[in-house]
Each structure stands twice: as C-alpha cells, then as structure tokens.
C-alpha cells in the first residue's frame, strides 16, 4: 500500500479516536531507543562512574489554557494600567478596505454600458473585474508579524558606533598616542596632565652595571654608553631616565628617582670623568661623561635639585634659587605654572581631581554608566546567522503590489517630413511654397528581424503639406469611408471619444512604440504609398530619371491631379525604407540613426513575409543594389519617452493622464505592441481592449472565368452585425490621417494589372463588446479603373469601380473569437442572408443559388489577430465558462457530466499564459463554482485546477502575479451556507489524502495560496457577517474549525512521512502551516489555536533528523514572530493567572513567592504557551548536535532581539515583563553550566599579547588563586591555545560523571563542597531559600562542550535578560536562591567577561584573513559548490572545527573569541559573506574590516556595563551577607573575584573608568574585607591595581592612581588614621611579582606614581596627620624597587644572567617571606619556561621551606602531636612512628621549620634569615598552602626525571594527610612513592638518564679587577650533583 493510502488509514484512526477521546496526544507514535535514565538526586549518585548513552523521552503532551476565558477574566481587572497593551490585543487589529484602481488614463477603459450588455458569462465577468476595486485585508501590527528586520523604525544599530580605545591595540609602543613624547630636549610638559613638568639636562653618558649587592664590582668594560634625560615629574620629583639611543619616544631602558639620592660626588678611579649617585639605601649608581665638562655640569645640576627639600611643600620648591641651573626664565615659568594653580587649589579644599571621586555615590556613579548604554543585539553580528540568505517562501514577500504590467521599453516617434526631389507649387498662386508634386501616405511599423514577425500595429501619418493635401480634397474621402450620412450612430454603434474633439487627432504625427524585448535586430519599418496612378515602375520613373526637373515636374503635377480628382480614395504601393531602433540588446535607443534610402516598392514582393526579407538583406550591399532607390529624405526622430509626456491617447484612443490643454501640446498615439505568445511576456490583463486586425494576405483570380476585367483589384472591408439586405456596416473601423477617427470601410492598395495580387494593408476594427454570430467581416472586391481620359459622366463615375466578388468572415466560431489565418472562397454576387450559406467544400448548399467565383475554391487569403481582454480564444476556457453560465440558471439539478468534464478540461491547457492573462477572472470563476456546488466531484476538481494553476504560476516564476490575485482582487462569497475557507479547507485535506503524488506535492508546496485564500475568506467573511465583536469563540462554525484541525494534522503527516523525497515540498508546507496558524491568532478562538500549534509541534520527536529538527524551529519561529506575541504569552505571574487546573503542590511554595520564573515547569509553558514550548524546545534542542543548538539558539536569539527593538515596548518597564518571560532561560543555563565554554578550563597561563598584557587564557592573575598559578607554572606552555580550546569546545566524548562530580558547583571555583562560611551564610540568612523545581527538560544528559558561537548567544541572551529584567526581580532572587545558584551567577557573569572580551584589532585582523584563506581554499576545492548557504546545514567550517586527528587540529587555528569564524555556522554570519565577497572583487575592505572591530570593541564594552550593573546591585542590596564573619566569606571571595575578572582581561578606557569607580564604592562598604584578617584580597586588588597603573592610557592611568589612592586613604581610616601597612606591604609585593610579570617600571608607572604624590599633596584632609608621608614613602620604596630591578631589562634576552638577578633580589628580601617567595616563584617562572625543570623544583622547595620557617615562628605546630586514632591501637606498637616523619618531640617533621628540608638541599639553610616584622600578619599561611607547594615540587621532579627526591619530598606530607584522615589523598601519594622507587631502580639498570655537572668558581687577588664578573653565581645548583650518577 502507497505512502498517500496509509495517510488516509491514519487519518481515519484519528478520526475514531478523536470522537471516543479528544484530549488524547495526537503525537506520531513512534518506536524510539531509549534507555534506563538514571535519577541524579544527590552528590553521592552523581559521583558514582558511568556513562549513559541516552534518547530523550519528551514530556506528555501540554495542554494549554483556555486563552480566550482566561483573558475575559484578566480583562475585567485590568483596567487602565500600564501594561495593558501588553496583555490586551488592540481593537484595530485588522480592517477590510476597498481601494480605487490607479488607472492610467482619463476615463475607465472599460464602455459605460459594456456589463449591461454583456451576455456572455466570460466577458461579463470581464467587464466587472475591469471596473472593480481592489479588496485588500489591512493588518495595523503587520510590520511587527516579521524579524527585527521588518520592525518599522529599525533604527537598531547607531549610525556610527562609539570608538573606544584598548590597551592590546597599542602594542607598538612607538606608535602609542598615550605615551608622553620625549622628542624635544627642552619643553615641559603641563603638571598635572603630563608626565614631566619639565626637561632640566640630557646627554650622553656611561652607565656602570651596578645593583644593590655588597659584593658588587664595576670595571671600565662594564660601562655602557646610554643616553639620559633628567625630568621633573607632576609631583614635582626628579628622575633620570636613560635610553639606549636618542629616539626617546620609546620607553627608557632603566631610570633613577633622585628622591632616594643622599649625594653626587666624583669618582675618578673607577673611570675618568666618573660620579657617583649616592643612595639612601648605602646603594650607589656609577655614570661618567665624555669630557671633564660635561661631568661638571652633570653634578652641578644635580647637586641642585638635591638641595631642593623634596618633602617642602610646593611653594618651598618654587622658591628655590634655579637661576644657577642655566634654564631658559620662560621654560621655567612653564614648568611651573601648574603647580601654582594645583597650590591655589589646595590650600582651599581637596586636590580637585581627586575631590570627584571622594564624593561619588551610588547613584552619581550609576547615571554615569547608564549614559549612551547600547543595545546588546544592536551589536551582535550573529543576530541574523540563522538562514541570512535565506530562501524567500512563496508568499512571504512584504512588498506585494498590485498586477503590473510587464516592464517593457516604450520610444518615441516624431515623423517629420517625407521629400523627394520633384518639387513644384501645386497651386496657381505662385508665392506658395514647393512642395512635392502628389500626395504620399507614409505608415511606420516596427519589425523583429530575428524572430521574423511584425510585433506592432501600425501607426499611419500624413506628412503632406495642407496645399497638397486639397489634391485630393472633396468626396474622395466620403466615397473612401462610405455612404453614412443617414446612419443611426446608435444602430451604429459607434465608439465614444471623449476628453477631446476629433479635429485634434486629425493629423497625428507622434507615437510612442513599447517593446518587451529589445534587442539590436528589431527596426522601423515605413511603407510609402500614393495616389493610384497605374503601374509602380512607371510612377517611380519621373522621381528616379529627370532630367529637367522643372518640365518634369509640372507634367508630373498635371497628371497627378487629374488622378487624384478621380481616383483620390484609391492608393497603390510606391516605396519603403528601414531604420535600426536600439544600438545593443540592452535597450539603448539608437537616436542617430536614419532612415535608409527609398527603395522602390517590387510589386511581386508585397506581402509580409517578403518584406521581412528585404528588411534582413538591407545592411548587405550586394542583396540591396538590385534594389532600385528613389532619390528622397524621411526624416522620423527615434528617442526614449520622457518620464511625463503629455497628450498621449491609447491605441482605442482614451486620454492618458497627464492629459493638458490640447492647443499646447500635439497629441501622441500609443501603437498596439503585438506581444509574443509566451508565459515570459504574459501578465493579467488590466484594462479593457476588445479589438481585431484583418489582414487581407492574397487573392488568386488568374483562373476566374466570371468577370471580364479583374486586373486592378482592391478589397473593401466592412464589419457587419447582419447579413440582411440593406443592412449598414458598423462604425467601427479606425480610419487613417485625414479622415474621421472611425469609419465604415477601409480599401486595401492596388497592384495594377494583376490578377493574384498580394495584400500588406492591416485594418483594425473596434469590436463591440457582446458578439453574437452574425457579427462577421464582409469583403467586397473591385475592379478599378485607371483610364481616367475618357469623358467625365455621371454613369463613368460609377464605372471606377466594377465589383467582381464578395466573401464574408464570421468572427464567431463554436462561440469564440480565434487568431488565424482563413481561405475563403468568393462568390460572385451577395445574396440576402449569406451567413446561412455552406461553404462549397461542405457540399450542401442550403437557401438561395449562390455562384462561386472558380467552383467555389477558397481563393481568398486573409488572416486575423485579436487583441481582446473580454474574449478568450482558448477552446476549454470558453467551454467553463460557457458551461458555468448553464449551471447558473438552476442549482436544483446535479451538475451534468459536461458541466464537471468543463472543470477537469482546465488541467489540459498548456499553455499557462492563456490562463495567466485572465487569471484574476478565472480565479473568481473557480471560487465561485467552489462555494455553488456540495458536489464532491466538482469541488475536487475545482481545488485540483486551483492547484495546477499556482503550480505552473510558480514553475514560470509568476507568484509575484498570485501574491497580488490573493491580496487585492480575492473577495470571499459564500452560498447557502458555505463559505470558500471551509470548502477549500476541507478539499486541501481531501487533495492530501489522495494517491496522485503529483498533486499532493504540488499541494504541499504551494499550500500558502490556499492558505492565504483562507485567511482572507475568514477576514472578509467576520466583516460581512459583522462578527469582529463577537466572542472569539462563537466566530465561526465548529464544523469549520474541525476542518482546520484536521488540515494542520494532514500536513503535519506529510511533512514528517516525506520530507526526505520532498524536501522543498514539505519544507514550504512547513513554513506555510506556520505562517497561517499565526494568522489565525488575529480572527479564531486562541486557545484552539494553540492547540493547532501544540498538536502539530507534538509531531516531531527528539530523535527527529536535523531536517526535522530545523522545519520545527522554523514552524516556531513564524508562529512567536505574531505581531501580538507578547499578549499571548501573558507577560504576568503565572499565580496571578486564572487557570481551573491547580498547581502541584511541589511548586504551591515556588508560585506563591516573589521569586520570578525561572524554571520551565508544566505550568509555565501551559499559561505563557507559546514562549514555553519555544523555551522547551531549544531545551531539548541544547541536548541534541551542534547544528540543532546553533539553529534552536538563533531562533530565540533573533526573537529576542525582535522585542528589545519593538517600539511599542520600548519603556524600561515593558521590557522588564518581557524579561520576565524569558527568565527560564537562565534556569536553562544553569543546568548546562558544565557544558559551558570557558577559558579556563584549562588553568594554563598563557599569554596573547606581550607581557603584562591582561588577555590571559587563565581567570587567576595576580593572587586571585594562588594554587591555580602555581599549576599555571608547572605545565608545559607549548600547547597553542587554539588546540586547548578546540579539546574544550568541541569534545565529543562522553565525559564520565565520576569528572562532574558536582555539575551544579561554581564554573571557577576549584572546590567541589561549600566551606563552612558558605553553609553558614545560607543558615544565618533570615530569608527562607526556595528550591527550584524540577525542569520539564530535565537534568543534563550531554556532557560535550557547547561551542562558542553556542555560549555566546546563550550569553547574550542572558545578559539581555539581566539588563532589562526588573531590580526588584533580582534583588527577591538574589535574596531566595541557594548560595550554590548564586555562586553559579557569578562564574556566568565571569564566563561572560570571558568569552566577549576584546581580542584587538591585530588579532581580529588575524583572524579573518584566516577565514579568508580558508574560504579560498575551500572554494578552490569545490567545496562550496552547490552547498547550503544557510546557518543551521551542514557548516563549511565544519571539517575545521570538528577535525578528528590531533595533526589536523592544528592545522587550522580556531578563533577563540571571533563570532565570524566559529562554530557550524561560520559562513553563515552575513558580516563575514559580505566582507569575503568584496574582498573577491578587491584585495581587501578595509571599511568592512575597521567596521566589524569596533562592533567587537563594543561588544565588550558593553558586555563589561552590564555585567558592572549587577555587581553594583548585588553589593548595594547584600551588603548584610557579605560582611559577615568579617568580611571573609566564600560569597564575598566570589563577587570580589568576579571583580578582579575586569581587570584581568582587556578593557576599553570607558569600561575601566566605571570599574574603578565600582571599585571605589566597593572598598568604601566593605574595607574590613581588605584591611582586616587574611590579606589575598587585598594583595589581588593592588596587583590588578598596579597593573592598570601601566596601562597606555592616559585616563586610564589617572583613574588607577586615583584608585590606588583611595585604597590607602580607606587603609588608613581603618586603621584609625595609625598607619597602611597592609596596603604598603602588598603593595611592594605587587610591584614585585609585577616586575618579573609584566615588567612595569617605564614611563607610565612613574607618571602614575607621579599622580598619587600629587594626590598626598593635595589632599587638605589629610594635611594634619602622617598619611601623606606614608604615602610618599610608600612611592619612595617603590621607586627603590624599581632602580634595584632595573638591570634585568639590561638581560631580559639572557635568561642565566636573569634568574641570577632575581636570586640576589630574593636574598636581599630574606627578611620578608612574601616579597621572598614572589621572587622565588618568579625564578621558577623562569626555569619552567627555559626547561630547566629541576631548578624550578628547588625553587618550590625553597618556597615550601620558607613556608614551614613562617608557620613555625607563628606556633602554628606547637601544641600539635601526630593525631593517632586510638582505635588503631588495638594490634600494638603503632606508637613506633617512622623517624622520617616525626621529631624527637613527636611533632610532625614540619615543625622544625627549615631544617625539615636539609636532607633534599643543603642550600635550604636560606630560608632561617627570616625576620619577623609587621608585615607577617598578612601571611595567610597554613598547612595545606605547604602541601601544595610540595606537590607543585613533586611534579616538576616527575618531569626532570629527579625520582630519587620524590620520596623525600613526599614523605613529609603522610603525616599531614593522616591528622585529616584523607586516605584518599594517602592512597594516591603511596602509589606516586611506589612508582618514584620503580623508576629508580629502571634508569639505574638501563643506566640512560645523563645529568649536568655544576662547578662554582671563584677568583681571588688584585688582578681580577681588570675582568668582570658579572655576579657571584648561587649555590642552589651544587646539591644536584650528589644525583648525577
């Protein structure tokens, strides 16, 4: 059985089923995989190993609510409020309106009476839709029905984006704007902007190698030449700063602060012209000049400044006596202007810099952030990524118009003057002018060589002057035109002219030509006749040969106007000649052109076809000279139309607008265009046009025996409505220049003597509009006479011309008007009722004798051309309507056979464009049967020709043609009771269910046009039966609503049966479902509609296939697109939602709270249903493959957007409901948490920038998290992070859950279970948490990565979420989520600074030229070929990203932030298309290029804004729960560290100002948190501090100095105005970790150091007590720090000398462990990245050391024995504890303190010169920091291959992990013992491990001076050679 027949057995269950049970699922019912889900209800499930291969099982069917009895209810108590249009629809939803037809000419074209007279069905039906107006359905909200793009003022995106400006993208330091110039020697620059107040002395100098070691020596070869400058900072201190040539634009190479300087003297024994700099710290620095000169004026300047009192005050120091200093009086008032006015300033209030920043608020900072904040989506250059290519569906063009005539290129003709060379005065009186001697009539055509057919009518123009035109004045014309002076016009029938007089269109000169396909081979044609003469030759001859022209001439006028007295009304050919009309094929008017010669008309070449072969031989010389020419001129003017030409009339002669005044202007004559019988050319017709063109052909009389003369034959033609005698001729044939416009005859030309004469003559005839079978064409054929010599009589007269036959035409066959070529035979007379005669060739004769000229043989050729828009000429278009006019006179009787035949009789017309010119009218006509007839057979049929129609329609590419029938010319009507959308509902499903796959497919893919019809019926039918304000529920019939269901059902089958043989079929029956059911939300019950939706979406399953899946989130998309899709979603509380079902009793406490909805429940979804099966779907959409995700996130991302940029929502309050709707997305989050993309998956530290740079891939910079750096520092950084992030993104493989041990915990958080500050917060919190209900989606059952692209549009939509929803939701949150969920808030807020951060410009660059190499090759390989632009296919990147070997993971580098590049949907971003194909065209774009980059800059930046909003709510609304236990709390650590994240990667200067002000405000709350217990948080905030304070940018610099200072004046405060030691000592050690981090120290530290001593100066508060100094002394120190590492810039390329440097500055801080171990991790920093791996060992040994050294001196061990269980004591002597763990006292071995590690090396002995000092307390060192620092050691061993050590290492930390009873821990670090001694005993026996040999040297005596010795080497390495067997 077929697939269509299985449907049908469906169908008829569902049927059955539904009538026994109509809430049953009417989901397919499908046998699917599934497997035993395992419940994941605790941490100890989650934690047991397994791996679960899992189909999703989804959810019982939704039932959704009663919309309509819901809303009543709301609507009672809604009353006015806010948000009213966000529940309530509008009244104005829609609206029905008639609108006129634009007609382009003055009156309507269609005859006043023509539909009176009608009788024909067809031409009645015509003559109404002609005079009709369009109907068209108005939707108000239409524009809103669409994506963002269709929103009315989609003014989205700013015009330009804001700049901002980033620290990455100045890395080129030369370049930097924002580093201060030293190029000029001399100028200052302003004190407190920048970074010198002035340029005192520079030089050349030699620079000895010095630090700050005792046993320091310098040489003469240890000098270097350096160039120096000595500056003024803005805090008025003095620095030298030295350089390495004179380009001082860059950063100096070393400085000197001289306010540690005690002295400068000279030192001439070490080199000649030496001095010495004398520092306070018994340092020295040691320079030499070139000449004893310099070296004066060197120490005498410097002698100077030191006399200065550097800690006076700013006037003291202005004071000074300077003029010794040689300074220019105007560069020194420079130097000091500004610390004049910083001195004014400050005696009066506080610095005025820093006076801002003390008064700021929350509010004051708040509307600074929120000024020029941008829309996220407005940004996002993936907002469209889904399909931004994509295929328009049939019907879905917004911009339909009205049926259009087919373009075509329209010229005008000016005819000008026709000469030829015999000219004389045809009158007596000798003033008139020459003309030409006898009257030429000229016709002009045009003529497609090519195709070799006439394609216009013809324009006729009499060019004669008015003297030659009176030749042939007088009854000429009457005779011509017949005898009508006692005709009745209305017998007649006359066409009515109206709008002018028929005199003005007399003489018509100008005509405009329309051509529908131009080209180069189409021309003018003009035929020349004249006057009948006689023979052509002999008429031609006098212009051809004239010797004297004069005589000529005069004969040639007697003789002529002797013919045109007698023969005037007869004309014979004469001439012809030919003009190109278009220089090319593309329409270009040829206007220079001319004419070509006269050629002289050959009288056996008169037909058609002959003078088409003339005209193609006319260019080719050696055809056309056998033509003889006549000498003569035609002058006709070819140009394009002007846009508005007035006077013009049409070819049936009605004014067109704009139509003035007729003296001003000559008329203009439209030409019939004779359009080509092709579906390309066809549109519907749109005026009324009821013509016919005769064409007599041929007329073969050589074998006639009836008449004696029948040489000079010419034919009149007459249009007759009777064949009686005496009847008149019509008045309907156009007449020619000179004569009426209509007339009663028309002759052909003459061929004299010829007996077969052929005809080129065209005569049209106006047609009435009702035709009967008498109306026929009567041809008369004469004899004329040319002897014109005889003697004039009366019977002479009569005697031109002899009649010598007759035939007649019937325009009617089998009732219809044909174009054709006839043979008639001629007879030779006319009896009375001739029309009832059989032709000869039938045989019988009936009536009176009649006698056929030749025994009756067709003689006569002639043919027809109908040009009618009331006639068809289509054989079973006639016969339907025919047949239908029958069916209308009684609907009693069943339709008879023929009746139905006539219907089915449709689908057999081939040729489309029979249909398409009358398809308005056919259209009517099928509806119309529709509604008449109950009968099966009829309706089926009529649906099918319906069908067939649109098919072939779009198979031309006409939809745009059955767009516009639908929306402006469909009416519904309705017939006893039935109405077109309910029959045409019920014969769709009647068409599906059939077993013909044509017409199921053809049904499926165009079922928008019944659709759209549906729609429209419905519309039409509320207005006529003025239902829009009835109850939704009562608007139509149940039956009808039964008939939509069952429809939506049958296509929901289809598609899902037979989308893989069908895919466009169903695809467009998908989209079109989907597009009707959101319509119908505008006129049904809702709430049936939503069950329409729920039923069809209840179809597709989870494991549909991706096309499936993509038809689903299509269907979705169109459905939540409805312009009114917020009110159906009712953007209110659930529990404030009348609803009969009750809750659950799980989630009564979850509705009832304040809480907002952030979980998906079954509530949810039922009373907000649409947003909650979308969020449903994308839920189990993020459970499915990469593409699915990426489809089901652009879908809601794209919806999203659409509503943040909607107008009519635009007040913060709306879009906080709406927000509301979305926050299940959030819950949806969460529980994907573990799959999120993070940057620090992988703790591996590594740097994208050069150093100092905060795009670090690892979150814990500084001493965020010191365990994370020190794992940071043990890996091997080799790895390119595009592979890390390539194994995080896009790993496959099921992880195992044993790896998520707690998928809910933080994303940065290293600990898996809450500290006990966590558990208490949430205990001490008076607010009663709520537990979040069970999802309907479920736990998370992938553990794959989503990808980027993936994470960012979840996080994009987040962050909308966060920034539109409500405060007050937030706060009652915040206020009643666990403290897991609020951990996991903050890690998404982090995740989010992460993945949207700024890469910088080189990068991005980077990148894209990566896509573009890519894009190239792949296009190059074929792979783009024919593949599927859209977002959610098959991706083109995918073989990049998705690479399953290692080696080609490679091979590619993946952007790790860069959305164009990303992910399945690469190629997809149009952002990317655009700049790939105008890089195609030129090497590159750059305005595209910077245009993308600033969208990322600002993506940051705001980003970062948002994400600063809710840190700022958080803090300001959680003050109580974070300063609990002082401040040091698990939450507190979380928010501060969230914090630090934005200073840790790259920031705009925009950003960075709002975070420090944040900042500022979150030391000002919470300053215990920084000042009191553990010092981690405040050491992190003074590294990031510091770091900022070498940013490169200027404000930058400003506000981090201005933050520095802060920190130590609230220091301060706290310590109740006593001292800042904690901030002074993590300060120093800040700057330290700095200096081997990011090598701070240049320029722009020192201005910032510069800023914060103006702040102490200037800071009037502080005045009275010792603050500034600490302060000042603080800087002091720092710049000490900074000289004392200045040599390692000197060796930073050579690594020994380096970590040699900072050994002897570790030894120089042995007093102080913190600022000690910075150092020793700095030099393990160092020996990790050389390799040199066991030395890093020794230096964490060094570290854990000095760490047992503190803990001991702090007691930390001196009251603890080995905790031993007394239950193990049972077997005995556990007492006897190994010595190598315990003391002689029984504590553990760390209790001793350093000596705990003699037995590793004898080096450790360093770490006893510890002293004890202030600093101390803020050492938060413990037990576990010593473990960890000891396992750091072990696994850089385990590298080195030192296993010999791992045991002595490992040992001591047994005891630890058995007082903490950690046997896991016990067990693991056993078995790393057990592998260390098995590795030892391997290499001892292979004997392959090899080791270096250290040798420390040492030199002695005088002699060594005249060498250098760098540094005296350190002794850390000489222990290693005890294991170097």
Sequence with gaps: MGCAASIVLLQAFRSVVQRNCPHICRRRRREELSHEILPLDSDEEMSRPRTLIIMQEK??????????????????????????????????????????????????????????????????????????????????????????????QN?????????????????????????????????????????????????????????????????????????FQLTQLSDNSYIMNFYKDEKISKEPKGCIFLDSCTGVVQNNRLRKHAFELKMNDLTYFVLAAENEQDMDDWIFTLNKILQINPEG?????????????????????VNYDCSQEETDSSENTLHPDFAKYITETEETVKASRNTERLNLFSLDPDIASMNPQKKEFPGTNSMIKPFEEKPAKRILITCKSLSL??????????????????????????????????????????????????????????LENGTVENIDSNEMEEPQVRGFPEEWLKYPKQALFSISNPHSEIVLVAKIEKVLTGNIASSAEPYIKNPDSYKCAQKVLKSNKQFCSKLGKYRMPFAWSVRPVFKDNQGNVDRDSRFSPLFRQESNKISMEDLIKLIAEYRRAEKISKIQTIPGSLEIAVDCVPLEHPNCVTSSFIPIKPFNDIKEHQPTVEVEEFVQESTKYSRPYRVYKNQIYIYPKHLKYDSQKHFNKARNITVCIEFKSSDEEGAKPLKRIYGKPGGPLFTTAAYTAVLHHSQNPDFYDEVKIELPTQLHKKHHILFSFYHVTCDINAKANAKKKEALETPVGYAWLPLLKDAQLASQEHNVPVASSLPPNYLSLQEPASGKQIGCDVKWVDSGK?????????????????????????????????????????????????????????????????????????????????????????TNIVAKCHEEQLDNCINSYVTYVFRTKSFEERTVHEELAKNMTGLLKLNDQVTVKQVLKHSWFFFAVILKSMAQYLVDTKKTKVSRTQRFPESFQTELDTLVMVMADHVLWKYKESLEETRNANYSTARFLKRCFTFMDRGFVFKMVNNYISMFGTGDSKTLHQFKFDFLQEVCHHEHFIPLCLPIRSSNIPDPMTPSESTQEYRTSDIPEYTLTNEFCRKHFLIGVLLREVGFALQEDQDIRHLALAVLKNLMAKHSFDDRYAEPAKQAQIANLYMPLYGMLLDNMPRIYMKDMFLFNINTSNQGSRDDLSTTGGFQNQTAMKHANSVDTSFSKDVLNSIAAFSSIAISAANHADSRASLASLESNPSTNEKNSERTDTCEKITRPLSLIGSTLRFDKLDQAETRSLLMCFLHIMKTISEDALISYWLRAPFSEITDFFSILEVCLQNFRYLGKRNIVRKIAAAFKFVQ??????????????????????????????????????????????????????????????????????????????????????????????????????????????????????????????????????????VFAALRLFVGKFPSAFFQGQADLCGSLCYEILKCCNHRSRSTQTEASALLYFFMRKNFEFNKQKSIVRSHLQLIKAVSQLIADAGIGGSRFQHSLAIINNFANGDKQMKNVNFPAEVKDLTKRIRTVLMATAQMKEHEKDPEMLVDLQYSLANSYASTPELRRTWLESMAKIHARNGDLSEAAMCYIHIAALIAEYLKRKGYWKMEKICTSRMLLEDGQVSDSNVLLTTHTGGSLFSMGWPAFLSITPNIKEEGAMKEDSGMQDTPYNENILVEQLELCVEYLWKSERYELIAEVNKPIIAVFEKQRDFKRLSDLYYDIHRSYLKVAEVVNSEKRLFGRYYRVAFYGQAVMRFYVAEIGTALYCSLQRHSD
């Excluded at 000419?105 to 006043?112: A, F, G, M, R």
């Excluded at 006037?315 to 560069?331: G, H, I, N, V, Y």
């Excluded at 043919?863 to 009331?870: A, D």
């Design 313 to 333: 005050t700013i006037q003291e120091r202005k004071s000074a006596d300077l003029t010794d200093l040689k300074l220019d009086p105007a560069e020194a008032s």
């Design 155 to 227: 003014d989205c995106r700013p015009e330009k984006l804001p700049s901002h400006s980033f620290e990455i993208d100045h890395e080129d330091v030369d370049k930097d704007e924002d580093t201060t110039s030293h190029s000029s020697s001399k100028g200052g620059g302003s004190g407190g902007g920048g970074l010198a107040a002035g340029v005192f002395k520079s030089g050349w100098l030699y620079k000895g190698n010095f630090n700050s070691t005792v046993n320091n020596s310098i040489t003469v070869r240890s000098f270097k030449k350096r160039y």
């Design 59 to 152: 959810p019982k069917l939704l039932e959704p609510l009663d919309y309509e009895a819901v809303i009543t209810e709301i609507e009672k108590n809604i009353g006015d409020s806010l948000f009213k249009d966000l529940i309530l629809f509008p009244d104005d939803d829609f609206s029905i309106d008639t609108i006129s037809l634009e007609i382009r000419t003055l009156y309507p074209s269609v005859p006043e009476d023509a539909e009176q007279k009608a009788e024909n069905l067809f031409v009645k039906e015509a003559c109404k839709y002609y005079s009709s107006q369009w109907h068209v359905v108005n939707y108000k909200y239409e524009q809103y029905s669409e994506d963002f793009r269709h929103l009315p």
């Design 858 to 946: 067709p003689l006569f050729k002639v043919s027809t051309f109908v040009v009618s828009t009331v006639n068809t000429q289509d054989p079973y278009l006639n016969n339907f309507f025919c047949q239908c006019q029958e069916r209308e006179k009684d609907f009693s009787q069943p339709p008879t056979s023929n009746f139905i035949s006539s219907c089915k009789n449709l689908l057999r017309i081939e040729k489309i464009h029979v249909i398409m010119n009358f398809l308005p009218i056919v259209l009517n006509q099928l509806f119309w049967v529709l509604v008449q007839n109950s009968d099966d057979e009829v309706t089926t049929a009529v649906t099918r020709v319906l």
């Design 421 to 478: 060379n015999l000219q004389a005065c045809v009158t007596e009186n000798e003033n008139d002018p020459s003309t030409n001697v006898e009257p030429f009539f000229v016709s002009v055509a045009l003529y497609d060589v090519r195709d070799g057919r006439k394609i216009s009518a013809d324009f006729h123009v009499d060019l004669n002057h008015a003297l030659v035109r009176q030749m042939i004045s007088g009854s000429s014309f009457s």
């Design 1417 to 1554: 090759g792949t296009q190059n390989n074929g792979t783009l070929k024919g593949s599927n632009s859209s977002g959610q296919a098959s991706g083109l990147l995918s073989q990049w990203m998705h690479s399953t070997s290692s080696h080609d993971a490679h091979k590619h580098h993946r952007s790790q932030t860069l959305p164009i590049i990303r992910g399945k949907n690469a190629l997809s971003n149009p952002k990317l298309l655009q700049m790939i194909d105008s890089s195609t065209a030129c090497s590159s774009n750059e305005t595209d290029i910077i245009q993308y980059v600033d969208t990322e800059a600002n993506i940051a930046t705001e980003v970062s804004l948002t994400i600063l909003d809710l840190l700022c709510l958080y803090t300001l609304n959680h003050q109580r729960q974070l300063q609990q236990s002082d401040c040091q709390n698990a939450l507190m650590k979380k928010v501060f560290d969230t914090h630090m994240l934005f200073l840790q990667i790259n920031q705009s200067a925009a950003a960075l100002k709002h």
